[in-house]
């Protein structure tokens, strides 16, 4: 098997040896070809020229969820094609890992790379179905190029807190829980829309949701992780339905205090719920508009702001080795 290994070398749970011993380890089962990244967007490039290549049976990713998502909108950009397209494999390197660890994959980089090369002396392996976010046909954001998302995107409150964690980030912190908790309160009670939201949810032939603050589009589940608890927006969502929605339309205190308390207490029987909340389970196609920008978030990568974005479930997008 010809394999391209796409490593981050700011992956923030793995050190250089730690690397190494797993480079070493995946060269001993294949014809392996590791490549470093050198700039944001490098992992897409390299998952691109993975596509276009007769070369590469397998595209393995080292590092976070934004490492694969980049390797991901690579190999997938000219569409989906799982019989063509190489593999892709995962080994963990981020701080929380949600796409690897909702494939079943343990968290600890050396561990999944075991579970890797048992996988593949097996031929196990699964196609997924993915996100495609894109700009809306007549709104001011038509233009803005589609992108995959592997696990989840959201418009407005979570891709404000994203936003706050990546300006961190940028002077030296590290990706945190207890970094992602603070901004999530300074989110709060910087947002000026919490009891009024703007978000409006649009589906063909039912009646729109309106007055959203908060919208969660889940192609899996759990939604996140707050350690090693995980967390369920949307209890139902899986790599082989099409997308669910969580909403809010309201974050006073009394809100948060109640859906907060039933996120972190949610399970796969049953996650938030109640008079403000809207759940909506495996949709192919919505849109979700606001009266005013909103941060936009995939992957836990912020985006910048969006007044209009359509969200396209795709089944059987990629195969991935499991």
Known sequence: MRALLVVNPAATTTSARTRDVLIHALASE??????????????RDLGRQAADSADVDLVVALGGDGTVNEVVNGLLH????????????VVPGGSTNVFARALGLPNDAV??????????????????????????????????????????????FDAGVVGRVEQH????????????????????????????????????????????????????????????????????????????VFGLSRLSTTAVARYGTQLLTSSPERGPHGKHAASLHDLSEFTLHSKVSLPLQMDGDHL????????????????VIV
């Not at 000219?78 to 494999?89: Q, T």
């Not at 579970?115 to 993915?130: H, N, Q, Y």
């Not at 910048?304 to 997008?317: C, E, I, K």
């Open 30 to 43: 294949m014809k392996l070809e590791a490549v470093t990244t050198e700039y944001r967007g490098h992992a």
């Open 78 to 89: 000219a569409g989906p094609d799982p019989d063509r397209l190489p593999g892709l494999a």
């Open 111 to 156: 561990e999944a790379t075991g579970a890797l090369l048992d996988a593949l002396r097996e031929g196990s392996e699964r196609t997924v179905g993915l996100g495609l976010a894109s700009g809306t046909p007549g709104s001011e954001d038509e233009a803005v190029p589609a992108r995959w998302f592997t696990f989840n995107a959201g418009l407005g």
């Open 169 to 244: 980030r940028e002077r030296g912190k590290k990706s945190t829980h207890a970094l992602y908790v603070r901004q999530v309160m300074r989110q709060l009670f910087g947002e000026p829309n919490r009891r009024h939201g703007t978000i409006t949810l649009e589906r063909t032939d039912e009646e729109p949701i309106t007055d959203l603050v908060l919208s969660i589009v889940s192609n899996t589940s759990p939604w996140t992780f707050l350690g090693n608890r995980p967390i369920y927006a949307s209890p139902k969502a899986s790599f082989d339905t099409g997308l669910d």
């Open 304 to 319: 910048g702001l969006r007044t209009s974005v359509t969200f396209t479930g795709v089944r059987r997008a990629l195969r």
